[in-house]
């Protein structure tokens, strides 16, 4: 109730002033009676949501048990915190809760600064095949699978001919081919690029769409304006996707606890074991191959309260900063 | 890292299968004299009434196609129709949401570690009433397995093994297991000499690397050591084969005494790592081998530049078919049974066992059990046994003068053909279901594979005089003759219960190895025992006594039960 | 003012020459995995082991896509994959718009839990167990409209329609409301229209997502040949080569040759031929989408 009305407080449409100032005079049911067309709209689809999404949360309560999938729900050894306590005792756990985050906030970085520019250049391009052309192949990759795409990684990396390090010995930066793979610092970095090798005209599409909607009036005025093409991306075209942009980082910022498995499971060797194995290679060594489900849902746990608690405070930090929020 | 040892030992289950053919199907509407008059009549009875058996194999796998001849054959004599389902994803996943929702077809395909999960689930159910009463074909085929067959848990028989029964003589030609490999030109050059020991083997790859730097234009690579995910056994089984003993996986079993040791932190263990430590300094052992992928690695063999590597013929007999497509037949490799010194006896050869706890098992979901195992037991008669390892006579085979079975080039070459296969073989049920191996009573083997006019037929001329160089007939001859079977191998398949701390630990061990052993390889000279040391502590960190104990207290369950 | 035209020019030349070269770059470096994806595909599978191959097949071969066509099932797979990934778009498409423009409404009570209920369903998973008797109690094992009932809303596709609706001037709403229409009639003649441009990048997200899809058929699906999709089909060939390939007893068998078979298939070839056979229908999909998105839809003018 306090939420509702606060929300209310927030809105500045004046339609909805209008409206703000009826409902404190009305009770939220007439209220709500007011916006029947709206809950017949939506809370059919909020019962779907809480059935298949929340109705299944009653499997956590595996994480406290000693579940055994032969036994029924019922029948399984309560164990209480115990498989936290083991995660959290697990020198290997945390590493990989560290270098689960770390990749991530690499990859989230690299991957919205990345695809924002490219979305920019595009937009920049005047000729509209070449443009549909170029956004048409920059996004094929998304379609090969991490294991062919790994392999063209590694083939490029080789110290026997590998692209790259011919290339940086002709410019004369390295004077011996590197083993990029063997050594773990450099690891962090391989998969980033990798990542925005293959999302990059993916993660793009967003964008271009948000972009496409920005009014060509505007354009003109600041050409009006004597506004250069830096001036007008700058003042125009970002502030027209920011909404868009603080959306996505806000759901993003969210994910961090989802570095992905594949990339790191395939590239990843016991040289670089340090750095490259993440949360999801550990649940599915511990937990999933182990059979052992109690202990991949505790770490499914954890990871869902941080996501949960980063996602508030970005919503948070977002609203202080008078941006577009999430929630 | 348990998953991984889990495909291991798959694959070494697989591999244990040696030169085993794969059986070819072909319908006999021929005659087929000589069985037993019983099967004949079971046959008939279940022709009676038409029934479809739902099978989950949990392997990958393709079904055949809706034409094939032989399970059209078998529709039509025993009136079974069989629908198959194969493993796609996570057998993990898989098999934990069909234990959970109770829903399973008829039988289902279980091996070592999956078995476990269906009986703890009381999915099966136990066949020796079944058996006695409806099967006496099958009876009479485990009956000198009863104490094998049983269930380690209640002494119930629920799973059929697969392979390891054995019927009159048999010869084995091709190694597919594990063995110190070297490449034919290496042996040809110093004048084919018998290589039995660790020092041996590297001299003659040093001496042939220096002699010949490149290879077709590439860099001369002289030992490769696969690491990548679950294929790690390249790098972690050498020592225990060193000291002569069988593979175990991660211990040597005392053959007197029957407990098991934890090799990994032992001081043959360090010599073997010490030589490649060395090896590589001297510029012997790929620098990329510990980062390169399994396709890379298959690439590098491939291109006919590596001298030698420690792996399993299974896992790289792609790379010497390529070789032959390239017509490089001295590029390919010959196995070695190597050890630390000649006084050590080499196991690496192993007779084939009974693979107990793999194979078709009855769940609780099957309506007509009896019907089930009436099938199973006409399959294992020899009528059938021909039917599924060679075909159908004239179509697929025909029988010489001596009685012989022979086939024509043309009909070796469409076994190679996948899609051919899944038209004119009933391959997954000869493949998974109780099989004869060795040789039927006219003295034919049960399979082409076995065949030895059909392994010579297969010989280049290289290999011929290859082989005649060193006095040998067949690849393995190079390596020990197989001694008895001890009752405590294979070692690895003993289950180690899924998320117990034997099993936690077992993972942990594998992760330790796998990170520490490339470092101390890769290592300066003068680092290596420091790395060691460090690698050692690790490991002891690691509850490898829980995992001690529960191999343990699993061997001598089996020298209780096994005689 | 002239000179300054004239150095504006310059700089917009070597701006667009740097642009267009970039892009070709670009264009080139995301090209490549895709072209050595198909000269993969069409390479003899043994001489692919031997690496090496980069813009063309060294051993031409049709082998690989073959073994994909052989087996008849895969054409209705494709059809179940057709379907499935129309119904499941035209569905998600309208149920999430119509979500999201009930949570774009500021004035609406119920805006807030709900938007909130709905959000954090991308940040938890219940697991794989507790989603198996979900589906298993709604009867929906075994049935085909487990691919498209689960997946009806995305939470991540409803933020961001309701960021573009709220980017459609409220006057236009207004304008609507004033004319008597109700929210239902304006999300549906207002709304639904003006979303074009965000609503195609949502169709090929859910369209590419439920494509992609064979999870729910390898857990829900698996056992009724007839409601296997394409994916399900590719992922089983891929499986069963990469299987047979490690199988001592088919190796074995092939052994028996002295010369390889050039019918061999392997793993890598295998994945290469399915990689292209599954992205096709998409990328010839792709640009009938692309029109609305890219060409820019103005959303000012269209009725102002």
Known sequence: ?????????????????????????????????????????????????????????????????????????????????????????????????????????????????????????????????????????????????????????????????????????????????????????????IVGAANVWKELGWNTIIYIAAIASIDPAQYEAAEMDGAGRFRKMWNVTLPGIKSTIIILLIMNIGRVMDAGFEIQYILGNGLVSDWSETIDIYVLKYGIKQFNYSLATAAGIIRSVISIVLLFAANFVAKKLGEERLI | MLGKKRLVSLCLALAMMGSVMAGCGGASESKDSGTAPTTTADSKDAALDPIEISFFISDPGQAPTADNKIYKLIKEKLGVTCKFEFLVGDKDQKIGVMVAGGDYPDVVFVDTFTNPKFTGAGALIPLEDLIAKNAPNLQKHYEPYKNKVKDSNDGHFYVMPDYGVYYNDYQTNIWQGAAFWIQKAVLADAGYPQVKTLDQYFDLIEKYQAKYPEIDGQKTIGFEVLSDGWRDFCLKNPPEHLIGHPNDGQVVVDPDTNVAEFFWDKDYAKTYYKKLNDMYNKGLIDPETFTMNYDQYMAKLSSGRVLGTFDQFWNFSNADLTLKQQNKIERTWAPCAITLDESIQPYYQDRNVLNVNTGFAITTSCENPERVIKFFDTLVTEEWQRILGWGIEGEDYSVDSNGEFVRTPEQRKNYDDQSWRLQNMAYTLWYYAPKMEGSFADGNACTPGFQPKEFYASLSDYDKNFLK?????????????????????????????????????????????????PKAILSKPADFDKVWDEYVTELHKCDIQAYLDRMNDQLKWRAENWK | MNIKRKQLKIEDVLFNTFNAAFMLVLAIVTLYPFI?????????????????????????????????????????????????????TVLNLFLTTMLSYTLSRKEYVLRKPITIICVLTMYFNAGLIPNYFLIKGLGLLNNFWVYVIPTLISAFNMVVIRTYICSIPESLIESARIDGAGDFRIFLKVIFPLCKPCLATIALFVA?????????????????????????????????????????????????????????????????????????????????????????????????
Not at chain 1, 3 to 31: D, E, G, R, Y
Not at chain 1, 68 to 74: I, N, R, V
Request: with cysteine; charged share 10%; aromatic share 14%.
């Open chain 3, 208 to 304: 590419v997502g439920s494509w992609n899809a064979w999870f729910d058929t390898f857990i829900y699906c698996s056992s009724k040949q007839e409601l296997s999709t394409l994916q399900y089909e590719l992922m089983k060939l891929l499986s069963s080569t990469s299987n047979a390939n490690a199988n001592p007893a088919m190796a074995a068998g092939v052994g028996a040759n002295s010369q390889a078979s050039s019918s061999l298939v392997t793993p890598l070839s295998i994945r290469a031929a399915i990689t292209i056979v599954a992205a096709m229908p998409i990328i010839v999909v792709y640009p009938f989408l692309q029109k609305y998105f890219i060409v820019g839809l103005n959303v000012g003018s269209v009725k102002e």
């Open chain 1, 1 to 189: 109730m306090a939420n509702n009305i606060s929300a209310l407080n927030n809105n500045k449409s004046p339609s909805a002033q209008v409206q703000l100032q009826a409902s404190l005079k009305t009770s939220k049911w007439s209220l709500l009676k007011n916006q029947k067309q709206l809950v017949f709209m939506s809370v059919p689809l909020l019962i779907y949501i809480l059935l298949f999404s929340y109705a299944p949360i009653w499997g956590w309560l595996m994480a406290f048990q000693n579940y055994k999938p032969a036994k029924s729900f019922f029948n399984q050894k309560w164990v209480g915190l115990q498989q936290f306590e083991y995660l959290f005792k697990d020198e290997a756990f945390i590493r990989d809760f560290v270098n689960t985050l770390c990749m991530s906030v690499i990859n989230l970085v690299l991957s919205f600064v990345t695809a924002i520019i490219l979305a920019l250049l595009l937009n920049e391009i005047k000729n509209m095949f070449f443009k549909r052309t170029i956004q048409t192949i920059s996004y094929l990759p998304h379609f090969l699978s991490w294991i062919i795409v790994c392999g063209i990684v590694s083939t490029c990396l080789s110290t026997e001919g590998g692209i790259v390090n011919e290339v940086l010995m002709a410019l004369g930066i390295i004077d011996s081919p590197v083993l990029w793979l063997s050594e773990g610092k450099y690891f962090w970095g």
């Open chain 2, 469 to 517: 160089q060193y006095g040998y007939e067949t690849w393995t001859q190079f390596l020990n003759e197989a001694p008895e079977n001890r009752i405590s191998y294979p070692a690895w398949g003993i289950d180690l219960v899924d998320g117990s701390a034997a099993s936690m630990a077992n993972t942990k061990i594998g992760e330790v190895g796998t990170k520490f052993l």
């Open chain 3, 36 to 88: 050595n994806t198909i000269a993969v595909s069409f390479n003899d599978g043994l001489d692919t082991i031997r690496g090496g191959i980069y813009l063309w097949p060294r051993i031409f071969s049709l082998q690989n896509y073959k073994a994909v066509f052989f087996s008849g099932t895969v054409y209705n797979a494709f059809f179940v994959s057709i379907a499935r990934t129309v119904l499941s």
